[in-house]
């Protein structure tokens, strides 16, 4: 399952640059004001990186993983154009443990897998955020995705228990043929 991971991804990354452009979500960039750079970053499905540079670029020791090695050598390869140090690692999510306590700040942006919640939500440290973003049910309208590749109405507003939830918005845009659910989150 994961090795057709693997190479799905590659697959898509190889046939084009900059899958999901260089910029970082627009969620992430307008809750900057909640992320003072200060300690370590985690973006989880860092993909090409676009949001762990963002991290990086706030100040903190940013670290991503992605099971895509050639998502992962193109971020560090952006990486190196912007001059900022990323930390990077090719991984498996399906069998990858997130270190407790250790993150001021974990991303996770068009990537789900619901059994790393509890870990998630254990990796931050006190006071530390999560920024969350991906597709909901709504999305299924306008693409051929599974059921469980998607969010529930609600359900990313309720998923970390443990954590404050600072923001949140469901959006669907017809005209952009997307649907998505976006969380800021701080273990309190
Ligand atoms: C839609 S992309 C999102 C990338 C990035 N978060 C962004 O928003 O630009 C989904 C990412 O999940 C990664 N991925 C899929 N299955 C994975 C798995 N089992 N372990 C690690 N990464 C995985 C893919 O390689 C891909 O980079």
Redesign the pocket.
Known sequence: M?LK??EK?NAK?DSSTC??GREP?RWLVDHADLLDGRGKAL?????????TLFAASLGYEAWG????DI?VSRAQSLARENKLIIHTQI????H?KIDEDAYDLII????L?RRLFEGIQKGLKAGGILVFETFTVDYLKYSGFKREWVLEKSELRSAFPELHVLDYQEVDEPENETAYASLVARKE
Do not use: H, P, Q, T
């Not at 973006?43 to 949001?51: K, V």
């Open positions: 994961s991971d693997k991804w990354y899958l999901a979500s973006d989880i499905a860092m993909g090409e990186g676009r949001n993983v992605d099971i895509s998502g991984a498996d999510l399906d990858f996770c942006f068009y990537f897998d």
